[in-house]
């Protein structure tokens, strides 16, 4: 085996679509060092699509791969370093995380998941043949290429009648294959009354794929009928799958929590169940996936990660020192009675300065000095002994409770 | 474990795909094979092929437009 090289960064970011680009640009600008991990090309899902008119600012509208080229030049410009391969392995528990490559270990403080998904496949014989042949995932991209043509849909759910409907723009007929009986689509309810009244829509019910033909080029979709095992097949320019989507999570299972259709959860700073360790865009889950929330996504992402940072290096250097024990008063700076045990604190700091050392941390801002200490509930004092917390105190806290416990 | 490296910086596809296949062939298991190009589409159709045939890959961005594909062969 050759030697792995490690290099060290403040953020590593895999994955750089859209979100990986923006909480880089963010950690960039906040002067962390940042490496993106992108395993294809730079700007993700989004070069997919050819025009995008809902992301705010290009009123005449902007190419997917314009767009994402622009944020990629924005990232570069705050020195984001970009490597593109595809992560092997990671450790993602304890202060230093590890993203592994196949010819690197990146060593980080945060690692930033933006790793998006992928349209499902109907996994029917010969589909890998036509993919980009004929087989597509995106309407907005490749509808006008079926102007006046018969395209085939597969799926029922709101993309695939949406988009189904879209496409009767542009070709002459759309069939779409539903897996359900007859009238029951799992798209809301307003698509499907749409979908049923569009003259140039088809519907064939209770069919799967069964596989595809061709030549160099996609000619035919062979539907089966579940129910009568009868094959149908149709030819057409385009088949659109829509039949859902697949987070790229495989690498992060049983590291963190992940939904049981593999989306990974976080909370609405965009943190994960494990610490310093975040997840933003099309892999996480939630409710809308677009450029503009993957923007979103990112900025919280990234702020945090800098947050992060500077509270690892204020908790080790302030608050956790080993030369004499210490107390960390632990307050919310917006209640009076807190504040009123504060100036109580700070008169036992100028008695005691050179026994004890004292750090005052404020929750109000961020609970994350708190959450390291152990502390759930304010005020509290934390009382340090060689660099560990000896023991919390919630009740009575005075300078007489702090001596004894300080003994 | 030997490296080796083809200049395809200038050339447009599918040369670099065409170079990188028959160097690739040269080399022994384990060894990397390392294609400058400065042509995007280079850097899709070198990867993709890689990729399908098993062989580890990595492109390393060297200048603004410039890259080198490292291919391990497997």
């Given at each position: 085996?050759?030697?792995?090289?490690?290099?060290?960064?403040?953020?590593?970011?895999?994955?750089?679509?859209a979100?990986?680009?923006?909480?880089?640009?963010?950690?960039?600008?906040?002067?962390?060092?940042?490496?993106i991990?992108?395993q294809?090309?730079?700007?993700?899902?989004?070069?997919n699509?050819n025009?995008?008119?809902?992301y705010?600012?290009?009123?005449?509208?902007?190419?997917?791969k314009?767009l994402?080229?622009?944020?990629?030049?924005?990232?570069k410009?705050f020195?984001v370093?970009?490597?593109?391969t595809?992560?092997r392995?990671?450790?993602?528990?304890?202060?230093?995380?590890?993203?592994?490559?196949?010819?690197n270990?990146?060593?980080?403080?945060?690692?930033?998941?933006?790793?998006?998904?992928?349209?499902?496949?109907t996994?029917?014989?010969?589909?890998?043949?036509?993919?980009?042949?004929?087989i597509a995932?995106?309407?907005?991209?490749?509808?006008?290429?079926?102007?006046?043509?018969?395209v085939?849909?597969?799926?029922?759910?709101?993309?695939?009648?949406?988009?189904?409907?879209?496409?009767?723009?542009?070709?002459?007929?759309?069939?779409?294959?539903?897996?359900?009986?007859?009238?029951?689509?799992?798209?809301?309810?307003?698509?499907?009354?749409?979908?049923?009244?569009?003259?140039?829509?088809?519907?064939?019910?209770?069919?799967?794929?069964?596989?595809?033909?061709?030549?160099?080029?996609?000619?035919?979709?062979?539907?089966?009928?579940?129910?009568?095992?009868?094959?149908?097949?149709?030819?057409?320019?385009?088949?659109?799958?829509?039949?859902?989507?697949?987070?790229?999570t495989?690498?992060?299972?049983?590291?963190?929590?992940?939904?049981?259709?593999?989306?990974?959860?976080?909370?609405?700073n965009?943190?994960?169940?494990?610490?310093?360790?975040?997840?933003?865009?099309?892999v996480?889950?939630?409710?809308?996936r677009q450029?503009?929330?993957?923007?979103?996504d990112?900025?919280?992402?990234?702020?945090?990660?800098?947050?992060?940072i500077?509270?690892?290096e204020?908790?080790?250097?302030?608050?956790?020192?080993?030369?004499?024990?210490?107390?960390?008063?632990?307050?919310?700076?917006?209640?009076?009675?807190q504040?009123?045990?504060?100036?109580?604190i700070?008169?036992?700091?100028l008695?005691?300065?050179?026994?004890?050392?004292?750090?005052?941390?404020?929750?109000y801002?961020?609970?994350?000095?708190?959450?390291?200490?152990?502390?759930?509930?304010?005020?509290?004092?934390?009382?340090?002994?060689?660099?560990?917390?000896?023991?919390?105190?919630?009740?009575?806290?005075?300078?007489?409770s702090?001596?004894?416990?300080?003994? | 474990?030997?490296?080796?490296?083809i200049d395809?910086?200038?050339?447009a596809?599918p040369?670099?795909?065409?170079?990188a296949e028959?160097?690739?062939?040269?080399?022994?298991?384990?060894?990397?094979?390392?294609?400058?190009?400065?042509?995007?589409c280079a850097?899709?159709?070198?990867?993709?092929?890689?990729?399908?045939?098993?062989?580890n890959?990595?492109?390393?961005?060297?200048?603004?437009?410039e890259?080198?594909?490292?291919?391990?062969?497997?």
């Amino acid at each position: 085996m050759r030697e792995k090289k490690v290099e060290q960064y403040d953020v590593v970011v895999i994955g750089g679509g859209a979100a990986g680009m923006t909480a880089a640009i963010y950690a960039g600008r906040a002067r962390l060092s940042t490496l993106i991990i992108e395993q294809a090309l730079v700007g993700g899902l989004a070069t997919n699509t050819n025009e995008i008119e809902n992301y705010p600012g290009f009123p005449e509208g902007v190419t997917g791969k314009g767009l994402m080229e622009l944020f990629h030049q924005q990232a570069k410009k705050f020195d984001v370093k970009f490597k593109l391969t595809d992560v092997r392995k990671v450790e993602l528990e304890g202060e230093i995380k590890k993203v592994e490559t196949f010819r690197n270990i990146y060593e980080a403080k945060v690692v930033i998941i933006a790793s998006g998904g992928r349209p499902r496949v109907t996994g029917a014989d010969k589909e890998e043949d036509y993919l980009g042949k004929g087989i597509a995932f995106c309407a907005t991209c490749d509808a006008a290429a079926n102007t006046g043509k018969t395209v085939v849909v597969i799926g029922s759910g709101d993309a695939a009648i949406e988009e189904g409907i879209f496409l009767t723009k542009f070709a002459n007929k759309v069939v779409v294959s539903i897996i359900h009986d007859e009238g029951k689509m799992d798209c809301n309810e307003i698509a499907k009354a749409a979908a049923l009244a569009n003259s140039k829509m088809e519907f064939q019910w209770n069919t799967v794929v069964d596989h595809f033909e061709g030549d160099e080029e996609l000619k035919t979709v062979v539907l089966k009928n579940l129910k009568t095992e009868a094959l149908i097949p149709i030819d057409c320019h385009t088949c659109f799958e829509f039949i859902g989507y697949i987070p790229n999570t495989d690498i992060f299972k049983g590291l963190i929590d992940i939904t049981n259709k593999g989306y990974i959860v976080t909370n609405e700073n965009m943190e994960t169940n494990v610490e310093g360790v975040y997840a933003v865009g099309d892999v996480r889950d939630r409710y809308l996936r677009q450029v503009a929330t993957c923007v979103g996504d990112g900025a919280t992402a990234g702020v945090g990660a800098e947050k992060y940072i500077a509270e690892s290096e204020a908790f080790v250097s302030h608050v956790m020192k080993e030369d004499k024990p210490g107390v960390a008063y632990v307050f919310n700076a917006i209640e009076a009675d807190q504040r009123e045990l504060l100036s109580e604190i700070e008169k036992m700091e100028l008695d005691y300065k050179d026994q004890y050392y004292f750090s005052k941390i404020d929750v109000y801002k961020s609970k994350g000095l708190a959450n390291r200490l152990g502390v759930k509930e304010y005020p509290a004092v934390a009382i340090i002994k060689d660099g560990k917390v000896d023991c919390i105190i919630t009740e009575n806290i005075s300078k007489e409770s702090l001596l004894k416990a300080l003994k | 474990m030997k490296e080796v490296t083809i200049d395809c910086l200038g050339e447009a596809c599918p040369v670099p795909l065409i170079k990188a296949e028959n160097a690739l062939k040269e080399i022994e298991v384990g060894d990397l094979l390392i294609v400058q190009i400065d042509h995007s589409c280079a850097m899709k159709n070198v990867p993709e092929w890689a990729r399908k045939n098993g062989h580890n890959v990595e492109i390393e961005e060297v200048d603004d437009g410039e890259w080198e594909v490292v291919i391990e062969k497997v």
